[in-house]
């Protein structure tokens, strides 16, 4: 069974930072693309920013751009979220999943991931 185990939540004020980290458990990382998605109570899930495989290329939301920086570390079988001048808008849980299909009408779409972890709540105070 493939599952991603979502840590580094938190509460925060706003303009602090806070780093996530999407570690899987029973299989490895290296040959997916990960995104990070985030969702609060009664919103829809969307797209924070997504990894290739390799690390090469990246895809940032653009109410993150600038803020956040997504990495990995394939000898940790990890990926990374820093999460820069937080703001109240970023409260929700952020998840993490992996790239399964390529389909649909929207390429970062949250249908074209899976395996998605608990959660990890990102609380930021105003």
């Known amino acids: 069974q493939w599952q991603l185990v979502e840590s580094g939540g938190g509460l925060v004020q706003t303009g602090g930072s806070l780093r996530l980290s999407c570690s899987a458990s029973g299989f490895s990382l290296n040959y997916f693309s990960v995104g990070w998605f985030r969702q609060a109570p009664g919103k829809e899930r969307d797209v924070v920013a997504t990894i290739s495989w390799s690390g090469g290329s990246t895809y940032y939301a653009d109410s993150v751009k600038g803020r956040f920086t997504i990495s990995r570390d394939n000898a940790k079988n990890t990926v990374y979220l820093q999460m820069n001048s937080l703001k109240p808008e970023d409260t929700a849980v952020y998840y993490c999943?992996?790239?399964?299909?390529?389909?649909?009408?929207?390429?970062?779409?949250?249908?074209?991931?899976?395996?998605w972890g608990q959660g990890t709540q990102v609380t930021v105070s105003s």
């Open positions: 999943a992996v790239r399964l299909y390529y389909s649909g009408n929207y390429y970062y779409s949250p249908e074209n991931f899976g395996s």
